[in-house]
């Protein structure tokens, strides 16, 4: 749900929720635009392949769906997802030996 094998377009609607919580939907769209934008990419002969042929990194940040202002949040969202998993993880540490503190009391 990044970006990478499907496109945000092509993603069914009981699945979109999953592009927004994705760590790599930013990444890869960050790295995409910091490689792309602003490129002027080598001319291709469309009749020696079926692939696109991309004449600028424009083109293909199109391809992808991806906006160009979006490196600076991307990164900003990473920097808070990591912290929103790690505060989650800490959460359900403190549940588990809070759990298994509780069960030993018991005994």
């Known amino acids: 749900f990044g970006g990478l094998f499907i496109n945000s377009d092509d993603i069914p609607d009981y699945f979109i929720w999953l592009e927004y919580v994705s760590w790599i939907k930013y990444g890869f769209e960050a790295v995409m635009?910091?490689?792309?934008?602003?490129?002027?990419?080598?001319?291709?002969?469309?009749?020696?392949?079926?692939?696109?042929?991309?004449?600028?990194?424009?083109?293909?940040?199109?391809?992808?769906?991806?906006?160009?202002?979006?490196?600076?949040?991307?990164?900003?969202?990473?920097?808070g997802l990591a912290v929103a998993f790690r505060l989650l993880a800490y959460v359900i540490l403190e549940l588990i030996i809070y759990q298994r503190s509780k069960h030993t009391r018991r005994k």
């Open 33 to 79: 635009v910091n490689e792309f934008d602003g490129s002027v990419l080598e001319s291709c002969n469309q009749t020696e392949s079926s692939q696109p042929c991309f004449k600028d990194g424009q083109q293909v940040l199109k391809f992808y769906n991806i906006d160009t202002d979006s490196l600076l949040p991307n990164i900003f969202i990473l920097i």
